[in-house]
């Protein structure tokens, strides 16, 4: 089985979380179920355990270590869970995330630029799958690596310097029948949101999802305003 995951230690990944994930896959594993590619978080700081993220052919598996690297918490999202994906680099490393069919949204920062790219290749490849099933019958698929848009600001402290860039794959909408309330008229000088980037509509998305979940705004006003960003993505 170890033997199968040294192929995962070409981009930078720490072997010893790698060593550490392999004993604890074997058993999680299911029938007919192949890892596809590991990343591992890499911080500017010594991290003596770093958390990790596994993508199989049908699942995301979030992996953090926990009692000083005695035990580990496992999280897994099937792929017909996810509704998005996205990449976001910064000048350490870069931020791998996604967001499900039932609203939650889950990202791993620190992971190395070129582990990002092939985790977000993987992901693109198994959601295309089941957007199109026939395809699992495709002897050979091209790998494309995904366009990054580069955007950036010169800033006196390098600290807060950021280039940032995203990548996105979002399946086809269900139709809608629901009767929603209508968005509150927006503040004068606020952005609108068709001027907004997709990165920046997941980012309030998300501002909302929490606004909900501490009971600030009722579930008919959040209903309302993730259908207007998604009309926008």
């Known amino acids: ?10 981009e930078e ?9 392999t004993s604890k896959l074997t058993d999680l594993l299911m029938k ?17 355990f770093p958390d990790s993220i596994v993508l199989t052919n049908k699942r995301i598996i979030i992996c953090k270590p926990k009692n000083l690297g005695l035990s580990m918490d496992f999280t897994d999202y099937t792929w017909d869970d996810i509704a998005s994906t996205f990449v ?3 000048i350490l490393g870069s931020e791998f995330s996604f967001g499900t069919k039932t ?12 582990q990002a790219r092939k985790i977000y290749t993987y992901a693109k490849e198994q959601l ?6 026939v395809q699992t019958a495709t002897p050979v698929q091209e790998t494309t690596e995904p366009v990054f848009e580069e955007e950036e600001e010169e800033i006196e402290e390098v600290e807060t310097e950021e280039v940032t860039s995203f990548a996105e794959i979002l399946p086809a909408a ?14 004068t000088g606020e952005r609108k949101l068709s001027d907004l980037s997709k990165e920046e509509l997941f980012d309030k ?22 259908k207007e960003i998604l009309s926008y993505m």
């Open 32 to 48: 007919g179920e192949e890892v596809g590619y590991i990343a591992v978080q890499k911080k500017p700081t010594l991290t003596v």
């Open 205 to 226: 998305l998300q501002n909302y999802k929490k606004l909900l979940d501490n009971g600030l705004i009722m579930q008919g006003e959040y209903d309302a305003y993730k």
């Open 1 to 10: 089985m170890k033997e199968q995951f040294k192929k995962f230690l070409n």
């Open 128 to 133: 295309d799958l089941l957007k199109n099933p």
């Open 88 to 90: 976001k680099e910064n």
């Open 103 to 114: 609203d939650l949204a889950v990202s791993i920062d620190y992971i190395p630029k070129i």
């Open 13 to 21: 990944q720490d072997p010893k979380a790698i060593e550490k994930i």
């Open 174 to 187: 269900p139709a809608v029948t629901e009767t929603y309330e209508p968005l509150p008229t927006q503040p």
